[in-house]
C-alpha cells in the first residue's frame, strides 16, 4: 500500500503566486474596461452636449426679430426700443440682435422676439403667446446660462442650459460694402450697424472628457456659423 502524500510548501506558494497572478491580470482587465467605459460616456455626454449647445443658439439666432402674426404685426413693432424692448439699453429701435464683448472668452449674445405657439421658442419651459421677449445667453459656473426676459410682464427666468461649458466667443458676419454678402466677421464692440448683420460665428469652448490624458489639452472648441435672417 502507498503512502499518501499532500502538496509540499514550496508548491503550495508556486500555486498561490500563480493565482495571485491570474487574479492581477483580472483585475487590470476589468480596470482598464472600467476606465474605457467611463471614457466612452464622457465622450457621448459631450457630444449631446455640443449638439444641443449648438441646436439652441442656431435656434435662437434664426428666431430673432421673430413676430407670429404678419398680417396684424409689422416689423414695425421693433422700431421703438424704449416702449417696446425697455430690458437693457444693449437695442437700439427696430434691433432684434445684440451681444457684448467680454474679457477673455465671455462673449454674450442677446436675442429678442414676440413669442407664438412654437415649442422652439425661448429658454425657460414656457412662453407667454403675445409677450415680448429677450434672451441673453453667456457662460457661467461652467454652464451656457440663459436670462430670459419678458419685457411685456417683466418677469426674469435664470436658466442653466447645458453643463461642461467653459467659454463663447462671438463674431458677427457683417457686410460692410452694402453686396449683400459677409465681408468681415467682428467683435460685438466693433459692430457699429447691426442692420449689415449676416451671419453670428458662435464658438464654445468645452471641458475636455479626456483631459488629463496624454496629449489632451484642457478643452475643446466648438464653432458653427449661423445665418441670421432678420435685419433693422
Request: charged share 10%.
Amino acid at each position: 500500500m502507498k503512502t499518501q502524500r499532500g502538496f509540499s510548501l514550496i508548491e503550495l506558494m508556486v500555486a498561490i503566486a500563480i493565482g495571485l497572478l491570474l487574479l492581477f491580470g483580472l483585475d487590470m482587465v476589468f480596470v482598464t474596461m472600467n476606465q474605457t467605459y467611463t471614457l466612452r460616456q464622457k465622450l457621448s455626454s459631450f457630444q449631446d452636449n455640443e449638439r444641443m449647445t449648438m441646436w439652441i443658439l442656431a435656434s435662437s439666432i434664426r428666431n430673432a426679430g421673430y413676430f407670429p402674426n404678419p398680417v396684424s404685426t409689422t416689423p414695425m413693432v421693433f422700431t421703438n426700443a424704449v416702449a417696446s424692448f425697455p430690458e437693457s439699453g444693449a437695442f437700439s429701435a427696430g434691433q432684434s440682435l445684440s451681444g457684448t464683448t467680454g474679457t477673455g472668452n465671455n462673449d454674450s449674445l442677446s436675442v429678442r422676439f414676440i413669442a407664438s405657439t412654437s415649442a422652439f421658442q425661448g429658454c425657460s419651459a414656457q412662453l407667454n403667446q403675445g409677450d415680448r421677449y429677450t434672451d441673453t445667453f453667456s457662460v457661467s459656473g461652467g454652464y451656457l446660462t440663459c436670462n430670459e426676459t419678458d419685457n411685456t410682464s417683466g418677469v426674469v427666468n435664470a436658466v442653466n442650459l447645458i453643463a461642461g461649458v467653459s467659454g463663447m466667443v462671438v463674431r458677427y458676419g457683417v457686410d460692410t460694402t452694402g453686396a449683400g454678402s459677409v465681408t468681415q466677421y467682428q467683435s460685438a464692440s466693433s459692430v457699429s450697424l447691426w442692420s449689415a448683420v449676416k451671419t453670428v460665428k458662435a464658438t464654445l469652448q468645452f471641458v475636455n472628457p479626456l483631459q488629463g490624458q496624454p496629449g489632451q489639452a484642457a478643452t475643446i472648441s466648438v464653432s458653427q456659423t449661423i445665418p441670421y435672417m432678420v435685419g433693422l
